[in-house]
């Protein structure tokens, strides 16, 4: 299946079916969200994984009810980092060049320059660039789901600061961005499953100047 085909497959799913998928394609899932492309390379995100069913119930009433977060088999939670250090950023630096086998005896010129432009900013800032990253992340999770015939549900309708204390995220300077739950379509009892989709015509959608 191409990807255009895939995506012409795959919906928000509203109802699942409760079964589990396999976890080599959870694995391919997330796996193409870390080769996701990031603002040089900083990859200023991370994945938390949850299928805890105890943990799930917690999580519903923070996203408001929505029954994905329970019938999921897998939710996928992105959190980005809440700012920019120059100890992040150096760390990501000194791994690039010690698996390029380059020497890493000094920041280079580049990541000097980077360092204190992503500095100068405030903390907001910074995590509005960082959160604008975890999303290249979670579309390319998107697509690889559906590539692998997985549901995937994008979700932004909970509450983050409560999210983030349920998992101790400001602990470890990450904070929410948005969920994806992977499951697989109840088409019984989806009322979306079998509607149109329905996009922005590309006549109106593409603009272009020649």
């Not at 980077?114 to 509005?128: H, I, P, Q, R, V």
């Not at 999303?135 to 015939?149: D, K, T, V």
Request: proline residues 4%.
């Amino acid at each position: 299946m191409s990807l255009i085909d895939a995506l012409k497959w795959r919906y928000a799913t509203k109802k699942m079916n409760g079964t589990v998928v396999p976890q080599e394609k959870v694995d391919q899932i997330i796996e193409a969200a870390r080769l996701a492309p990031t603002s040089s390379g900083l990859q200023p995100f991370r994945i938390i994984v949850v299928t805890n069913p105890e943990l799930k119930e917690k999580i519903k009433p923070i996203a408001y009810g929505q029954a994905q977060i329970t019938d999921a088999s897998h939710l996928l939670i992105f959190a980005s980092w809440d700012k920019y250090t120059e100890e992040r950023i150096r760390s990501v630096f000194s791994n690039a060049n010690h698996e390029r086998g380059l020497p890493d005896d000094s920041p280079s010129d580049y990541e000097v320059q980077l360092t204190g432009g992503l500095l100068a900013k405030t903390a907001e800032e910074n995590f509005a660039h960082t959160a604008r990253q975890a999303y290249i992340g979670f579309g390319m999770a998107i697509a690889e789901a559906a590539l692998l015939e997985v549901d995937a549900t994008p979700m932004e309708g909970f509450n983050n600061a409560q999210l983030d204390e349920l998992l101790g995220l400001t602990e470890r300077g990450l904070r929410s961005v948005t969920i994806l739950a992977l499951g697989h379509r109840d088409a019984a009892g989806d009322w979306l499953v079998n509607l149109k989709k329905v996009r922005t015509p590309s006549a109106q959608f593409l603009i272009e100047f020649n």
